[in-house]
């Protein structure tokens, strides 16, 4: 089988990307309304200013061989190389090459909710600093050596910052990189400890992104990357690598369900691409699946939309031991919406309790430690079973994004069973035998 090409097709003028070699890349497209540019850092439309996303040429490769191309590649998202804007020798470059964390069978987990149809964790805190941004910086970082950007930057809540700063010292770029003044510690000397510049801004995560955008228009910024912002079509790419690894996992299968965070709400909309392009290209048998999305109680912009039947989504003040899914105005909301009432999933949300509750749950039972995003899907899992909206006998992905070492302070009153004496009388006095 040959396979044709699944990029948007929505304008045919071709596009030519100039010496820029993003691979199978060949325009940036609107996602409104389908107007091309060539291959730049542009993230919004000059027609109508939606989003751009990545369009690619897929034509031409055999199925098979390219599942065999796939299956012999390295253990990180370059395996996947020829589906992403990169170029062919990606692999040979300095880069922290995330990916290819493991997809837990979580049989404990699955008891403790009832689930008979197989559920997975799929555990992103194994990447190199310890979070799913790894996957999408490796990415941006390419496209930043095909620009000529000398700096990299960035918005965070404090896991891409820690991302940025690796990669950039990786492959030998400045970092500069902007959160919310008031993070979790240990993702503040995470981000710090690569050498780079931290800069804390006063306000919320909303608050830094629109000074990153203020500083792209300003010269004080030029020669900058950010990542999720001027090179955001080729950063959010990067996500769709959670979906090719978890069907390749499961043996080159479609899972049922998904249920994935929402911060931004890109890294759900790119899984849903991901997973489509594994269809088109013939790796996966087309079949349903339902993509659930995962919110934080406190900030959960997209989960009020979708539950009073909004088509937009309006912005929120957070406030949520979920720092880092504490964006009040998700730019791929409104997507996200239209991902889960296609695919028939819902989005839903948790409150701090439940969340610290599903931490500890999912280690508990399956030895993870998840940060507080985990804990938002694992707790958010149980909820829409308890509902009876996720199917307990389908095979069932979630998403743990992060380390659990990241955000101590939502844990912290966990602490000793008991203090005893070195003796075993002491011992059975605290009832432990």
Known sequence: MVVQTVADTTDSTPSAAGSVDLGPATALSCRECGHRVPLGPVFACEECFGPLEIAYDFSGHDTEELRRSIESGPANIWRYAPLLPVPADVATKPNINPGWTKLVKADNLARELGVTGGLYVKDDSGNPTHSFKDRVVAQAIEA???????????????????????????AGFRSCVFIPHDLEQGKVVMAAVYGGELVGIEGNYDDVNRFCSELIGDPAGEGWGFVNVNLRPYYAEGSKTLAYEICEQLGWRLPDQLVVPIASGSQLTKIDKGLRELIELGLVEDKPYKIFGAQAE???????????????????????????LAIGNPADGPYVLDIARRTGGVVEDVNDEQIVDAIKLLARTEGIFAETAGGVTVGVTRKLIEAGVLDPSLTTVVLNTGDGLKTLDAVAGTGLTATIRPSLDSFREAGLA
């Open 298 to 324: 406190g900030c959960s912009p997209v989960s009020t939309a979708f539950k009073a039947g909004h088509d937009v989504v309006r912005p929120q003040k957070p406030d949520t031991i979920a720092k880092s």
């Open 144 to 170: 930043a050596r095909a620009f000529g950007f000398t700096t990299l930057s960035c918005s965070s809540t404090g896991n891409l910052a820690g991302a940025v700063g690796a990669a950039a010292a990786r």
